[in-house]
């Protein structure tokens, strides 16, 4: 099961560009968003990462420069999960810290960088217990994955 999600995240990154290379550390939150597992299950889903990325910047002219790369870092995923299913309800939460990495390209105009990242940040899953019935519900697991467009500004 994948669950990709879109959405807005905030953000603070510190980073150096010299020579054609740049990189930067960053700090992400991916605030809840919702997504249906399957029939009668849904996941709300927020995440904070921490991520070292390292990139080539061609030198396209012009104070503009091309992004290519990716980074690896850690991410704290919590999933809260809704489960309802002919009568039998479950709701619970887990939260999860797992590797993390991430593809990058993008564009640089010297005091802003446009950055398309496709990030992974591991295999996570829903809370588990005792449903409304007195039964075990057992969350399935799913790829945690993020597709973002990100506007950095530099100061």
């Not at 797992?98 to 990242?117: E, M, R, S």
């Amino acid at each position: 099961m994948i669950q990709k999600k879109n959405g807005v995240a905030f953000g603070f990154g510190v980073g150096e560009k010299s020579n054609g290379i740049g990189g930067d550390f960053e700090i992400n939150y991916y605030p809840e968003t919702s997504t249906t597992i399957t029939t009668g299950t849904s996941v709300d889903v927020s995440t904070l990462t921490l991520m070292s990325n390292l990139y080539a910047m061609p030198d396209m002219g012009n104070d503009l420069n091309l992004m290519i790369g990716g980074g690896i870092g850690a991410a704290y995923t919590t999933v809260d999960t809704s489960h309802s299913s002919g009568g039998v309800t479950f709701n619970g939460d887990d939260t999860h810290f797992t590797p993390a990495y991430q593809f990058l390209f993008g564009i640089d105009f010297d005091k802003l960088q446009i950055v398309y990242k496709h990030s992974i940040f591991g295999e996570v899953k829903g809370g588990s217990g005792t449903a409304s019935d007195g039964g075990t519900y057992v969350a399935d697991e799913f790829d945690s994955k993020y597709d973002s467009i990100n506007l950095r500004f530099k100061f």
